[in-house]
């Protein structure tokens, strides 16, 4: 590979701002969840770009969450998982244009030239699916303006989206698990 993965290296660290955006449905409790796992299916996007999607990245990202799940409270559980965690990485070309229309000297005569410039953006996307039910009940995702090409993706660059993407998901509720082994014994 000539270029090592210029993904969320890119949306983290070259740009100005990240967008953080995160959304729930409201009917499920999440902090009453106590496992997870990851999703095992592999190829949900069509066409997906390799240079994006290979195991370095799978790894970092994986790592990074379970990370930032653990100091939540939740434990990685592969037999009977309470939700299953799936993310999608998304690269699109974005053409912004200026306000301010310009005038052209180009030819004899003046014409108005409306300036524009494109960039690609880039999202790393986050899904929690309830198991029993197997809906969607948490989607966090950070975009951001992807500067250089060829930026090499960091463990720091991905913790740093990780983290601030997985700040907004809800702590679990331990006082209920107390109060369950509690009256078990």
Known sequence: ??????????????????????????????????????????????????????????????????????????????????????????????TAYHADPMLSHEAPWMRPMVPYYRYKEGSLIFDVMDMKSNSLIWRGYASQILVAENTPLTDENIKGAVKKIFRKFPARNTANVLKSKEGTQ
């Open 1 to 94: 590979m000539k270029k090592l993965i210029p993904l969320v290296g890119l949306l983290i660290s070259c740009s100005s701002d990240m967008y953080i955006f995160t959304d729930y449905d409201k009917s499920f409790d999440v902090t009453k969840y106590e496992s997870y796992s990851w999703s095992e299916i592999k190829n949900i996007e069509n066409n997906r770009n390799p240079i994006y999607y290979n195991e370095l990245n799978d790894k970092r990202i994986k790592v990074a969450v379970n990370e930032a799940l653990a100091g939540k409270g939740y434990k990685e559980e592969s037999r009977e998982p309470c939700f299953v965690l799936h993310y999608h990485i998304v690269i699109g070309d974005v």
